[in-house]
């Protein structure tokens, strides 16, 4: 069986819209713009209109729009043209350009792309090739990368009825790099591992976003010369694998006649979605000039350092274990926290911040996300000073995902002298190290470490 899979990564950027100076977020409090629209076709540049725009003319559907006065403009109303292409998010495309090894065009087209759909106001969405001919290196060979765009997500759809979609314009605009592989990929595993490689090299950058809906993966997969089929809509990666071989088995069984899109359900099926859109789709953005790439430009863009080598280096600097090391390299306050508190273990503070708030969701169900940097910080400045024991640390924490203030009075360590330890060893004789642990902290609400140095002491 001869089979081609290859793959297609949208990522949104993290940056101001690419055609305007409107923030690049997501809302969900009520909008105060409503906007109603029919769209039409425009004949492509090869004279045709695309089989993908026709077939959404066919639903006939109108169009409603919400937007936000303060964080929309009239860009994403397609009432004005575009701005110049916002230059973070250029340079944002040309830093992961770099890293894929790909070359970098010399001067920028920004084209529009038929889509009929409604997700975009003006009917076309707009992407400039950044990049061509690139590489990544993986366990099964090497992985071509075909190419990079940098183009605007479309606008985000709310409901849809009958005869009419509603969207929202909060989405449309924010800059989305497309990566797309040759299909160099050799199975379904080898899919993930390099969707998996790809999102690293991303998020090294710094300038992608995180969370849901910021990472999409499309799969083109065809077998023995069959029309091409694209899978749409992977919701996390672990399910690539499942999906792919489940495609391979409905193809073997249906022989695809034409080229389609289709979408990937929750349960790893597809169904069918739309025709494949042809070239017809694609014509110049008659309203920007071509941005050169200068050798100034270029010379300003610097590689990242890959998460993966981070990673490495916080493990070795810090004695770290590889799992703890992973996790850490997205957390900006493990470093600082370890220059505040010399006198505590990198460790410790690397648990502190990564393992335990997984600790508390898992055994607790809580919600995690309310404890914040000064929260950390707080409870180990208690800690610090011997205000607190160790264990007292995760209960603030759980204090803090509980909505209650950070009152250490319930945790306060108590002081136990050295003089108590060893009126405690001389009443109970010949007893093991951990026994007078035991007595020791039944007796006393104690830091157990300061127990445990003073019994060294002692015995
Ligand atoms: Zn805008």
Same mark, same amino acid.
């Given at each position: ?25 997501? %809302?969900?409090?009520? =909008? ?50 575009? =701005? ?18 790909? /070359? ?31 590489? @990544?290196?993986?366990?099964?060979? %090497? ?23 509603? +969207?929202?314009?909060?989405?449309? &605009?924010?800059?989305? @790099? ?13 899919? *993930? $591992? ?37 899978? /749409? ?21 249906? !022989? ?24 017809? %789709? ?13 050798? +100034? ?15 490495? /280096? ?30 505590? *273990? ?16 898992? %055994? ?10 000064? =929260?950390? $910080? ?12 160790? $264990? ?12 209650? *203030? ?14 108590? @330890? ?10 093991? !190290?951990?026994?007078?642990? &035991? ?21």
């Amino acid at each position: 069986m001869d089979l081609k899979i290859g793959l297609e990564i949208h990522q949104q950027l993290n940056t101001k819209k690419l055609f305007c100076n409107c923030p690049s977020i997501l %809302r969900d409090d009520p =909008h105060d713009i409503t906007l109603k629209r029919r769209l039409k076709p425009v004949v492509g540049e090869l004279g045709e209109i695309d089989k993908a725009a026709l077939h959404e003319l066919e639903k006939g559907k109108h169009f409603t729009y919400q937007a936000y006065s303060d964080s929309t403009c009239l860009v994403e109303q397609d009432s004005e043209p575009p =701005h110049l292409i916002t230059k973070d998010a250029l340079k944002a495309a040309l830093e992961i350009s770099l890293l894929l090894n790909t /070359k970098i065009v010399d001067e920028i087209q920004v084209m529009r792309k038929t889509v009929i759909d409604g997700s975009n106001t003006s009917g076309f969405q707009r992407t400039a090739l950044i990049a061509y001919n690139g590489y @990544i290196k993986t366990s099964k060979g %090497r992985v071509g990368i075909e190419s990079i765009s940098l183009e605007e997500d479309a606008a985000r759809k709310i409901k849809e009825t009958k005869d009419s979609v509603t +969207y929202r314009l909060d989405r449309l &605009g924010i800059p989305l @790099i497309e990566i797309t592989t040759a299909p160099d990929i050799k199975d379904s595993e080898h899919a *993930k $591992e390099v969707a998996e490689y790809i999102g690293m090299l991303l998020r090294s950058t710094d300038k992608t976003k995180r969370g849901i809906g910021t990472i999409r993966q499309d799969i083109n997969l065809s077998i023995s010369n069959n029309p091409r089929i694209e899978l /749409k809509g992977f919701q996390n990666l672990r399910i690539i694998p499942k999906v792919i071989e489940k495609e391979i088995k409905r193809q073997l069984r249906n !022989f695809p006649k034409k080229p389609e899109v289709r979408r990937v359900n929750p349960d790893t099926s597809t169904t069918f979605l739309r025709p494949m859109p042809g070239a017809s %789709r694609m014509y110049p953005e008659s309203d920007l000039e071509p941005i050169p790439i200068t050798k +100034y430009l270029l010379d300003k863009i610097k590689i990242p350092e890959l998460l993966t080598e981070k990673a490495i /280096k916080l493990e070795k600097e810090y004695k770290l274990n590889s799992e703890i090391s992973k996790l850490l390299v997205k957390n900006n306050l493990f470093l600082k926290l370890v220059k505040k508190f010399p006198n505590l *273990k990198p460790l410790f503070l690397a648990q502190t911040l990564v393992l335990t708030p997984k600790e508390i969701k898992k %055994r607790y169900n809580l919600n995690i996300s309310k404890i914040k940097p000064k =929260h950390f $910080e707080e409870i180990l400045t208690y800690y610090n000073s011997k205000k607190i024991s160790k $264990e007292a640390v995760q209960e603030l924490l759980i204090d803090v995902c509980n909505n209650k *203030k950070i009152n250490i009075s319930k945790y306060k360590t108590s002081e136990v002298s050295e003089k108590e @330890i060893k009126k405690i060893i001389i009443e109970n004789k010949n007893l093991s !190290f951990n026994a007078y642990m &035991g007595l020791v902290l039944k007796k006393y609400k104690v830091d157990p470490s300061e127990v445990a140095k003073i019994l060294k002491k002692l015995l």
